[in-house]
């Protein structure tokens, strides 16, 4: 990456602080420059049926050091739900992001919490990056009333309305129909924000999702369908399971651009451009060409489809934390002890609300009653042949 100063001041939409748990020793955001600069992408975009952005972004040292501090936090969030799953704290399903944290954050970078977005279940670090808390997270994984959704959703379940988060769906696919829906809703409003609807290169060759993007073109919704290739479904190579795998290009007759997912300045960037272009144009594609390190779920041990080496080449060659640290260094904005002491900061904390978590109450079994129908209706559960009254719902 090139890095340069810019002389001319212009505002920037910097990533606001995940949450308030890491207080830095040496160094506040506050202290740090906003001073634009202009860092060149790895890698140049690829477009299908419009323009390339530019390879040139402007961003700031404040916002750099904040991108290695939010993805040093989702890392080591993720890890530790490795290993609270492992002993058995979490239940269920848990599929984790490590190595794709650049997509959330830049993503986030790029929008306000106006804009909606909604994915599938590898959704822990999007609902931090869209002002979630750790608590919530750690609280929701093992199934806790101080969860996001209650302790009733668990790990493919996040959603927070208010952080324009619309889930956290288990179902391959059905999150992006849904993201038609939130669009139609957007520009029925009229109130110039877009729907990110993000999913996986396994879920790229679902029906629904060309049943949705067409019904996006034809009404020029303002939605931006995100395809995080991170090059295998659940066990299978993209080149196995799909006879194009350009999967910017899938919307022929809608534009589309392929990214350097492990970038966070490039995803920035594409997202940027992706919201100026939809509320214009209507739909685009974006590819986000990412890689995650653990297997599709920890059922999933990830190196049985893939070699060791392969996992290895893509940490020391492509690693999105590791990238931002080059950066910070070369440009003299931190040292690489007030890094480390990011990162280690983040252990303590991570681990501190952990052990909060584990306070929290489990559910009451009659909260499996509650949040079912819309208060008012459907609040008699009968038996099968309708003769017997089983239960009265909240």
Same mark, same amino acid.
């Given at each position: 990456?090139?890095? =340069?100063?810019?002389? /001319?001041?212009?505002?920037?939409?910097?990533?606001?602080? #995940? @949450?308030?748990?890491?207080?830095?020793?040496?160094? /506040?955001? =506050?202290?740090?420059?906003?001073?634009? #600069?202009?860092?060149?992408?790895?890698?140049?975009?690829?477009?299908?049926?419009?323009?390339?952005?530019?390879?040139?972004?402007?961003?700031?040292?404040?916002?750099? *050091?904040? *991108?290695?501090?939010?993805?040093?936090?989702?890392?080591?969030?993720?890890?530790?739900?490795? /290993?609270?799953?492992?002993?058995?704290?979490?239940?269920?399903?848990?599929?984790?992001?490590?190595?794709?944290?650049?997509?959330?954050?830049?993503?986030?970078?790029?929008?306000?919490?106006?804009?909606?977005?909604?994915?599938?279940?590898?959704?822990?670090?999007?609902?931090? @990056?869209?002002? %979630?808390?750790?608590?919530?997270? *750690?609280?929701?994984?093992?199934?806790?009333?101080?969860?996001?959704? +209650?302790? +009733?959703?668990?790990?493919?379940?996040?959603?927070?309305?208010?952080?324009?988060? $619309? %889930?956290?769906?288990?179902?391959? %696919?059905?999150?992006?129909?849904?993201?038609?829906?939130?669009?139609?809703?957007?520009?029925?409003?009229?109130?110039?924000?877009?729907?990110?609807?993000?999913?996986?290169?396994?879920?790229?060759?679902?029906?629904?999702?060309?049943?949705?993007?067409?019904?996006?073109?034809?009404?020029?919704?303002?939605?931006?369908?995100?395809?995080?290739?991170?090059?295998?479904?659940?066990?299978?190579?993209?080149?196995?399971?799909?006879?194009?795998?350009?999967?910017?290009?899938?919307?022929? $007759?809608?534009?589309?651009? +392929?990214?350097?997912?492990?970038?966070?300045?490039?995803?920035?960037?594409?997202?940027?451009?992706?919201?100026?272009?939809?509320?214009?144009?209507?739909?685009?594609?974006?590819?986000?060409?990412?890689?995650?390190?653990?297997?599709? @779920?920890? /059922?999933?041990?990830?190196?049985?489809?893939?070699?060791?080496?392969?996992?290895?080449?893509?940490?020391?060659?492509?690693?999105?934390?590791?990238?931002?640290?080059?950066?910070?260094?070369?440009?003299?904005? @931190?040292?690489?002890?007030? #890094?480390?002491?990011?990162?280690?900061?983040?252990?303590?904390?991570?681990?501190?609300?952990?052990?909060?978590?584990?306070?929290?109450?489990?559910?009451?079994?009659?909260?499996?009653?509650?949040?079912?129908?819309? +208060?008012?209706?459907?609040?008699?559960?009968?038996?099968?042949?309708?003769?017997?009254?089983?239960?009265? #719902?909240?």
């Amino acid at each position: 990456m090139a890095l =340069s100063r810019v002389a /001319s001041p212009s505002p920037l939409n910097l990533l606001k602080p #995940l @949450s308030s748990y890491l207080s830095l020793r040496r160094r /506040s955001l =506050s202290s740090l420059s906003t001073e634009p #600069l202009t860092v060149d992408t790895s890698l140049p975009f690829t477009a299908h049926r419009c323009e390339e952005p530019s390879r040139a972004v402007e961003t700031s040292a404040a916002e750099l *050091f904040s *991108f290695f501090r939010n993805m040093a936090l989702m890392r080591r969030m993720e890890i530790a739900a490795d /290993s609270l799953y492992k002993a058995k704290l979490i239940r269920g399903f848990c599929h984790l992001y490590d190595g794709q944290e650049a997509v959330a954050v830049g993503m986030e970078a790029a929008i306000t919490r106006k804009d909606c977005i909604i994915t599938a279940y590898r959704d822990h670090c999007t609902f931090l @990056s869209r002002g %979630g808390t750790l608590i919530e997270v *750690f609280a929701e994984l093992m199934g806790r009333r101080d969860g996001c959704s +209650k302790g +009733k959703g668990g790990s493919m379940h996040f959603y927070r309305k208010e952080g324009g988060f $619309y %889930g956290g769906h288990g179902i391959v %696919g059905a999150q992006v129909p849904l993201g038609c829906g939130l669009a139609f809703a957007q520009k029925y409003s009229k109130d110039e924000t877009v729907t990110f609807s993000l999913y996986g290169d396994g879920a790229a060759n679902q029906g629904q999702l060309f049943e949705a993007l067409n019904i996006a073109a034809l009404w020029d919704l303002p939605s931006i369908f995100v395809c995080e290739n991170n090059h295998y479904g659940m066990g299978t190579a993209e080149w196995r399971a799909a006879k194009s795998p350009a999967y910017y290009k899938r919307g022929d $007759y809608a534009p589309g651009l +392929k990214v350097d997912g492990m970038d966070v300045l490039a995803v920035k960037q594409a997202c940027k451009f992706a919201k100026e272009f939809a509320l214009k144009n209507g739909p685009i594609i974006l590819e986000m060409d990412t890689y995650r390190y653990h297997g599709h @779920s920890m /059922s999933d041990p990830g190196s049985t489809y893939r070699t060791r080496d392969e996992i290895s080449g893509v940490r020391q060659e492509r690693d999105p934390i590791e990238r931002v640290r080059k950066l910070l260094l070369v440009h003299e904005i @931190s040292t690489e002890k007030e #890094l480390k002491d990011i990162e280690k900061e983040a252990r303590k904390e991570v681990d501190e609300v952990i052990a909060k978590a584990k306070e929290s109450q489990m559910p009451e079994p009659s909260d499996l009653f509650k949040n079912v129908y819309v +208060k008012g209706l459907g609040v008699e559960a009968w038996g099968a042949d309708r003769k017997e009254l089983k239960a009265t #719902l909240p």
